[in-house]
T-cell receptor, first 113, second 110 residues
């Protein structure tokens, strides 16, 4: 298996622009998680899905953030409009069950100027 | 937020030395996981501990879950440069959600 795939690996954008991050989970995994990692706050859970349905989005920082999972093999995390404080590494992870091993993607390093 | 504090935050040691990393909380967790993250990559699970007092060994790494299930430690014997990375603990709460610790950045100097 190719593992969790994320794109793009790096994104540089200007404040106010829309940013879309993409994730392809491991086939057969029912859970998908989006995390944000910064030096100041560490690794934070933003939202997670079960069978394509959002279960808990309490970690989403603001209405500027939205996430979708239209099918079992694809999810997006969108930031609109982006701000410099959104600069971070965003990880997608998937697992067979909620409390099981999470397999992380390589992350998207986002820089908002 | 169920805070998991890790200490030390940064650690730089010589190859061959031993070290211990701590993960502490005031909350009780159903289980606790340890991950290692290398630069430019996502975290990778090392171990899961479930029972209070449980000790698990993975080659030169020894993991212990506190008796009260509020803390954990990771001990590395004879550290090697390949052990370099960010070590993260993650606790599973009663809501079946994992909360990640603040992380310990380890550098092993050859």
């Amino acid at each position: 298996d190719a593992g969790v795939i994320q794109s793009p690996r790096h994104e540089v954008t200007e404040m106010g622009q829309e940013v879309t991050l993409r994730c392809k989970p491991i086939s057969g995994h029912d859970y998908l998680f989006w995390y944000r990692q910064t030096m100041m706050r560490g690794l934070e859970l933003l939202i997670y899905f079960n069978n394509n349905v959002p279960i808990d989005d309490s970690g989403m920082p603001e209405d500027r953030f939205s996430a979708k999972m239209p099918n079992a093999s694809f999810s997006t995390l969108k930031i609109q409009p982006s701000e410099p404080r959104d600069s971070a590494v965003y990880f997608c992870a998937s697992s067979w069950f909620q409390t099981g091993t999470q397999y992380f993607g390589p992350g998207t390093r986002l820089l908002v100027l | 937020t169920q805070l998991l504090e890790q200490s030390p935050q940064f650690l730089s040691i010589q190859e061959g030395e031993n070290l211990t990393v701590y993960c502490n909380s005031s909350s009780v967790f159903s289980s606790l996981q340890w991950y290692r993250q290398e630069p430019g990559e996502g975290p990778v699970l090392l171990v899961t501990v479930v029972t209070g007092g449980e000790v698990k060994k993975l080659k030169r790494l020894t993991f212990q879950f506190g008796d009260a299930r509020k803390d954990s430690s990771l001990h590395i014997t004879a550290a090697q440069p390949g052990d370099t990375g960010l070590y993260l603990c993650a606790g599973l709460n009663t809501g079946n959600q994992f909360y990640f610790g603040t992380g310990t950045s380890l550098t092993v100097i050859p």
